[in-house]
């Protein structure tokens, strides 16, 4: 890496941006990355983690190697072996025991039905019979005060007073 300093310190600050998004997405802290779960199967946030250990064990073992002895070199291309698979699988699943506790408890909300989502989607919730509904044919909205009011109203603004059992 000695002949190359820009890719060297490409590759250092890649690394470092990795784990610290790691730690943040481990954490809690950083939640943005769940975005990439719509469009990619596994758990690219998490995984990034692992990819940045990988990718500053490889830049920093050949560097140091020599130094070091052997049963401890041994050790850090263990560590690199590992990091690099769990990133790269991670990309596309994850094993539930390397989840961070604020995941699994938002997938047990989930399962329960307790999360935002599934209530809005329960009768008298927001989403209700609306999702994979063309606009045209879907059920009119309810405003705040027809929903506390029981839901009867007809129209948009609860302007019709008509509703069933009236």
């Given at each position: ?148 009011d029981g839901g009867d109203a007809g129209g948009i603004d609860g302007s019709d007073s008509e509703g069933p059992g009236r």
């Amino acid at each position: 890496m000695e002949s190359n300093p820009l890719g060297f310190a490409i590759a250092v600050g890649l690394g470092v941006l990795l784990v610290a998004s790691g730690v943040l997405a481990y954490t809690g802290h950083y939640k943005g990355w769940l975005m990439l779960k719509s469009f990619l199967p596994g758990w690219p946030g998490l995984a990034g983690g692992y990819i940045g250990v990988m990718i500053l064990l490889a830049v920093f073992l050949p560097l140091v190697g020599d130094a070091m002895p052997p049963l401890l070199f041994l050790v850090f291309a263990a560590v690199l072996f590992v990091s690099m698979l769990i990133g790269i699988i991670g990309m596309f699943w994850m094993p539930r025991f390397l989840l961070p506790q604020w995941v699994k408890e938002t997938q047990d909300e989930m399962r329960r039905g307790e999360d935002t989502f599934s209530q809005a989607m329960r009768p008298g919730g927001a989403l209700y019979g609306r999702l994979g509904v063309p606009r045209d044919e879907a059920p009119p909205r309810l405003d705040a005060q027809s929903r506390a009011d029981g839901g009867d109203a007809g129209g948009i603004d609860g302007s019709d007073s008509e509703g069933p059992g009236r």
